[in-house]
């Protein structure tokens, strides 16, 4: 099947033929797509494609590698991307072309990339065309076109200023990776964890939980559709779950159409992938969450308790807490469970109060707590062991509080200081931000300024243009003052505490198998 993509087509017409374009070819049967120059850029090809055949090849290189970048991107599924020329010897044009796509082949393999003084060079030679007769000496020419000594170091230096972006890139990607890695090891949160939370959450809400498809790791939504239809709320919320609507489509119809995917915890790394990637931040995923946050909220007391059974031979108690500390407008600064944990006794034979572990045993209680909870196979509980531990519920609650009460007064302090640095950081940040906007502006608008004096080199619209640039920058410079007072103060703001809460949230107990 072919198809055309071109400038004049209405933009869901566009995107139809992108998305089929970008569907397995199981699926969808259109495979060659002839387009215009109007898909040169923004423009994704790239999920079941590694071919690109020029018919006609533009005379500005950067054009030209614009096209290829289509297919030639990240993502593409093949190791080998092809782009293909055509040229006919018996043509004059053609011998101009090829001379021009060796030239930045051999400058891209020589420098790295294609040097801008250069491609400037060779833009303005084929900006007013050319006789056919001055075809082979514009070749010539453009085959042993080279840089003279002082544009070579102006062209080095350009591509220096790219090889220390490059760097700076770099080192923010492998700063993001060590982050992401602590943010791992902090939250403990493994891909099951997060499927077995979703799965609770649809439980609370009286629904079932996922269940495993077919292929490993992928899961399916209970149908939940009949059961929320009557919340509009909800109804935008599953629709996060569905395949992107097509531009102008009514609501009932896409819904009808396009039933709730399955989801993954995982990246698919495909353009096309069948099923929805979850995260934290996904919207569904936030909604299932906040049910199990707002249970903090619903009582005074503490109202929950749990046991869990190991093979560790000691009972053991954990009182778990939550600490909260919100900035202005109520707006969630932190958030952070505490635990203090102890060795159970009986109540009734206690003669003294419950003393918590120290860091290194509290830390073992935590891992024990952590794979009783992830047992695949809960162990039963006898009834016995049930009322003993409910009867002295009340006494541990009361024994514990004092220390997780505590140990959330010098929490609070470190959360505090840790948010204030926070804040103190990204205000220096977006001050180093404006400054450099503006220092950006004042060196454009002095250079536009040198070139506005020759006006040898412009007509009247490209003064124009100029001077109604220059007014815009006036203004960008006025409102960087501004900001530059503003924006910093502000968001140091957002990162003062306005108010604190803490609250016990649940009462744990580990249970040894040996009872």
């Avoid at 051999?106 to 006789?131: H, M, N, S, W």
């Avoid at 890139?169 to 890695?181: M, P, R, S, V, W």
């Avoid at 929950?304 to 009182?319: F, M, N, Q, S």
């Avoid at 608008?445 to 412009?458: H, I, P, T, V």
């Amino acid at each position: 099947m072919i198809a055309t993509f071109h400038g004049g087509m209405v933009d869901e017409a566009r995107e139809d033929v992108k998305r089929a374009f970008n569907t397995d070819p199981a699926k969808n049967a259109l495979r060659v797509l002839i387009a215009t120059d109007a898909a040169r850029e923004g423009v994704n090809l790239q999920n079941h494609c590694a071919d690109l055949f020029h018919f006609d090849v533009p005379w500005n290189p950067s054009r030209l590698e614009q096209r290829n970048g289509r297919i030639d991107r990240k993502l593409q599924r093949e190791d080998e991307v092809r782009c293909h020329y055509f040229v006919y010897t018996q043509r004059p044009e053609d011998r101009v072309l090829k001379a021009l796509i060796e030239k930045t082949k051999t400058i891209r393999k020589q420098l790295g990339t294609l040097a801008p003084v250069l491609e400037r060079r060779l833009e303005d030679r084929l900006a007013t065309g050319f006789a056919r007769r001055d075809a082979e000496a514009l070749a010539k020419s453009i085959e042993d076109e080279q840089i003279d000594p002082e544009k070579q170091r102006a062209a080095q230096g350009e591509l220096e200023a790219g090889r220390k972006r490059d760097d700076e890139l770099k080192k923010q990607t492998a700063d993001l990776q060590d982050l992401l890695g602590k943010s791992r090891d902090w939250l403990r949160l493994e891909k099951h964890d997060l499927a077995q939370t979703i799965s609770c959450g649809l439980e609370l809400l009286g629904a079932k939980p996922l269940q495993t498809g077919g292929d490993s790791g992928v899961f399916t939504l209970p149908d939940v559709t009949a059961r929320f239809e009557s919340d509009p709320s909800w109804a935008h919320t599953l629709d996060t779950l569905r395949a992107p609507k097509r531009k102008g489509q009514p609501v009932w119809e896409w819904r009808n159409e396009n039933a709730i995917r399955p989801v993954v915890f995982a990246d698919q790394g495909t353009l096309d992938a069948p099923a929805v990637h979850l995260h934290l931040e996904h919207r569904f995923v936030q909604r299932l969450l906040g049910r199990f946050r707002s249970q903090g909220f619903v009582h005074n007391d503490l109202a929950r308790a749990c046991v869990g059974v190991t093979e560790d031979p000691v009972p053991r108690v954990i009182l778990l807490g939550r600490l909260s500390l919100y900035g202005t407008n109520a707006a969630r600064l932190h958030d952070e469970i505490l635990a203090v944990a102890a060795r159970w006794t009986d109540a009734s034979a206690r003669s003294e109060p419950l003393k918590p572990y120290a860091e290194a045993t509290l830390d073992k209680t935590i891992d024990l707590l952590e794979r009783a909870l992830g047992s695949e196979r809960p162990r039963e509980l006898a009834s016995a062991v049930r009322v003993r531990l409910a009867f002295g519920a009340a006494r541990d609650l009361d024994e514990l509080k004092p220390h997780l009460a505590a140990q959330a007064k010098a929490l609070t302090q470190v959360a505090i200081d840790a948010l204030q640095k926070r804040g103190a950081t990204e205000a220096s940040d977006m001050r180093g931000i404006l400054e450099s906007q503006r220092a950006r502006i004042m060196r454009t608008a002095d250079r536009r300024d040198k070139e506005l004096r020759q006006l040898g080199l412009f007509n009247q619209e490209e003064v124009r243009q100029v001077e109604a640039d220059k007014r815009h920058w006036t203004r960008r410079l006025d409102e960087l003052a501004k900001e530059l007072e503003t924006e910093p103060a502000r968001i140091r703001a957002s990162y003062d505490v306005k108010a604190t809460r803490f609250e016990p949230a649940g009462l744990v107990y580990l249970w040894p198998t040996t009872g």
